[in-house]
């Protein structure tokens, strides 16, 4: 009896580890499974299969952390330094590893079935076949992406990856639906803010331009001025842009700046302060925050409207002799709210004022409709060469 203790000992720590192992293996499989089936139902695509994997193993490593901060062991009594303990670790990572995979495809088919996807891929001799018998249209990405007028630029990176790539749609849709269905489709793979196509007649690629829209507070912050968090008793009735007092506290209580309140998350707030006041600003410090009766303005809420569209603004200097000059502000292909003209601004000019040399307009467009600023000259010129050859031909039979 003596003698088989010790292996009655191993076959009960073996069996634990065993069932232990497979119990996590279903745990990273179920979870893999999850993810996939929402992945699927939000973005119609497959997860990637190192995204699944990573997921299922994340799972379970914490909860075998959890597990041995609480109890100091991870299987019967071995401890955490035993050569044991490693081979369970190990053992239970490879089969998990491989459940999450398998869990990884049966949430994508499960997902697929559910929201009846048909997934094809787009290097496989059904889709070549589709195509040869003009079932389908390919488009190819051209290889030199344009910038966004308006937009920051894309990382060089991403402008490779793109440039040259090969799309393929169905040769039902019109050229109008192509072309949404083009951009939608870049926007999405490539994680843009902005695409912008032009296609030709037949379909081929002429033009085509992204861009990324500014995040964060910087992005809407005024020249010379800066955001600053800073510690404070809560504002709850203070909105964005009210004016905002700061003071010291304390026995002597100090005004230090003012500025525009922006957010608040508990004790933090973030105003908008002028450049020349930050260093008054003391980080660790303890701040009491006023607020003054303040008139509502749009500005604030216009900043977030601006950023959530596919419109954006810019600035046009009107040049002399310019395609611009002389032209009325409401003729133009985008909206003109302000222009600048030697330094008064005119707000929301007159649909028939008229832009004059060194006016600066301040533009709201999409960069498509901006760009077709570059070619107004043209159509003005075209324009113009038609009505002098229409005039010479009245001349010419006015002369016979």
Known sequence: MTA?????????????????????????????????????QYTTRQLPAGAGTLLGVSFVAVW?????????????????????????????????????????????????????ITHLDAQTDAVDLLQSARLVVELRAPTRIEDADGYLSVDDGRKAELAGRRFRFPRRLDLDDLEARFESRVQQDFALDYVDVTLAEDGTVQQLSVGMKPSGLGASLPPNTAGVAVHATP???????????????????????????????????????????????????QYRLVTHPHRSDDLAEFIPVIRDVAETMTTVTVEAGGPLEGEFAGWLP??????????????????????????VAYVIGTPADIARLDQYEADRASARGANEESTEQVEAVGDD
Request: aromatic share 8%.
């Open 4 to 40: 088989l203790a010790p292996l009655q000992l191993v076959t009960s720590w073996t069996q634990t580890a065993i069932l232990s192992i497979l119990g996590f293996s279903l745990l990273a499989l179920v979870t893999a499974s999850a993810v996939a089936f929402v992945f699927r």
């Open 334 to 359: 985008v909206s003109v709210p302000v222009i600048d003209r030697d330094g008064t601004a005119i707000p929301f000019p007159a649909e028939r004022e008229t832009l004059q040399a060194g006016d």
């Open 235 to 285: 504002l709850p009735e203070a909105g964005v842009g009210d004016p905002v007092e700061v003071w010291t506290t304390g026995e002597t209580e100090q005004f230090v700046t003012k500025g525009e309140f922006r957010s608040s998350d508990g004790e933090t707030t973030t105003l908008l302060v002028d450049e020349s006041d930050v260093p008054a600003l003391d980080q660790s410090e």
């Open 64 to 116: 075998l952390a959890v597990d041995s901060a609480l109890t100091g062991t991870l299987v019967g009594d071995t401890g955490l330094s035993h050569y044991g303990t490693g081979a369970f670790l190990l053992g239970t990572f490879v089969v998990s590893a491989g459940a999450a995979e398998g869990g990884r495809r049966i949430g994508d088919r499960i997902g697929c079935d559910v929201f009846d």
